[in-house]
Structure formats: structure tokens, C-alpha cells
């Protein structure tokens, strides 16, 4: 079975500082993805970042990065020179079922930024 | 991209009435598609799968004499939450996959019951 953690249900960072968002994950399968989303108030949700298992490298996209550590199953995701938008409910995914065709959700960290 | 369009974004009702939330895809076709629900300020969980043609298929403890879904066509996908009653105020999610664009969500829908 998929399982995702987040341990952080809150976190907080001055802006224009980074943070690191954690998210350890459990899966049997051999090749898997996983997916960054972050959620604002108005409840979209909003793709980050994906990292595949077999992707040699860190995943970046702009301020984003992930942090992909296989071995300790953890994706974390950084995020570098926060602003005032950037806070948000973000959430972990690992897809799973037919073709991984759907997702299940981490708990959540719902990141504030300070001015 | 993918665009999908949800609506109403937000509705209230009067408890025993029943509520329909519209999923479509605006530019793309998927047979499956996925609901979510959300509870405040917790992590969104999936409710049911539905895929055109065919009937639901729902998650564990998910009622579907409640939660009635219907796949009529490629492009749209109606949730309805019938006799609503105050627990079943959510926030509910479409969510569409496809082959190259992947994991499409809709913008959602805030549903108080009272």
C-alpha cells in the first residue's frame, strides 16, 4: 500500500529566507513519482514539482527544488527566497492504482510566510 | 495545459435538499476521472473513480446511494451529494488524468450544508 507522511501540519519562515518542507514516503512499487501541490486558500490546487525514482538528479523548477533522498524515502521540498504569496496548504502525492492514475495526499503543512 | 472547469465554486443548501457540482474539461478527453473531498484543514481524500460509460466505483466508507456519479461523457463529470446534512459540508475536487498532461484538478467547490 502508498503511504504518505508529513509531519509538519505548520511551519513558518521570514520571507526571503528558505524552507524545507518535509514529506517521507512507503511504497512497493519499483518505479514511482512523486508530486508537490500547494493549495491556497482559494483551494486550487497548484502543481509544483515532480521527482521521479529514477531521475538522477534533483528535480528544480524555479524557487523550487526537491530534496530526493531514495534510500530514506523522503522527498522534501525546498523552497528558496520565500515571499508573502508562497503561503499556502502544500501537500506530498504519490500516485498509485491503475497506470498510477490517481493520487494519494500527505497530510498537509500549511506554510506561513512573515514579512 | 489542460483546463478543467468545476462548478459552482461555492453553494450553500438547506440540509435534505440535494447539490450537483459539474466537472468538465474544457480542451481534453480522459475517460476516468477522480473526486476528492476535503474536510478543513485536513489532506484531501479520494471518494470515488468514475469512468465514462460505466458506474462508480467508490472508496471504502463512501456511501454511493449518497454521493451519485455520473460520467455521461469525455469531457464532463457530475457529482451529487444527495440529502445533504451539515456533515457533508466539504470542500469537494474533481480530478482529471491524462496521458500527457497528467493530473488535471478542478478549481473545487465549498459546500455548506445548513
Known amino acids: 500500500a502508498q503511504k504518505i507522511t508529513q509531519t509538519q501540519p505548520g511551519m513558518f519562515v521570514q520571507e526571503k529566507e528558505a524552507v524545507t518542507l518535509d514529506c517521507t514516503y512507503d511504497t512497493s512499487d519499483q518505479s514511482y513519482g512523486l508530486f508537490w501541490y500547494k493549495q491556497p486558500s482559494s483551494g486550487e490546487m497548484i502543481f509544483l514539482i515532480y521527482q521521479g525514482s529514477y531521475d538522477e538528479q534533483n528535480a528544480t523548477e524555479g524557487r523550487y527544488s526537491l530534496n530526493f533522498q531514495k534510500a530514506r524515502k523522503s522527498a522534501n521540498l525546498v523552497i528558496s527566497a520565500s515571499q508573502l504569496g508562497d503561503s499556502a496548504m502544500y501537500f506530498c502525492?504519490?500516485?498509485?492504482?491503475?497506470?498510477?492514475?490517481?493520487?494519494?495526499f500527505g497530510e498537509g503543512t500549511q506554510l506561513t510566510v512573515n514579512p | 495545459g489542460a483546463v478543467v472547469s468545476q462548478h459552482p465554486s461555492r453553494v450553500i443548501c438547506k440540509s435534505g435538499t440535494s447539490v450537483k457540482i459539474e466537472c468538465r474539461s474544457l480542451d481534453f478527453q480522459a475517460t476516468t476521472m477522480f473526486w476528492y473531498r476535503q474536510f478543513p484543514k485536513q489532506s484531501l481524500m479520494l471518494m470515488a473513480t468514475s469512468n465514462e460509460g460505466s458506474k462508480a466505483t467508490y472508496e471504502q466508507g463512501v456511501e454511493k446511494d449518497k454521493f451519485l456519479i455520473n460520467h455521461a461523457s469525455l469531457t464532463l463529470s457530475t457529482l451529487t451529494v444527495t440529502s445533504a446534512h451539515p456533515e457533508d459540508s466539504s470542500f469537494y475536487i474533481c480530478s482529471w488524468t491524462h496521458v500527457t498532461y497528467g493530473y488535471t484538478f478542478g478549481s473545487g467547490t465549498r459546500l455548506t450544508v445548513v
Open positions: 502525492a504519490l500516485p498509485w492504482g491503475t497506470s498510477g492514475s490517481r493520487l494519494t
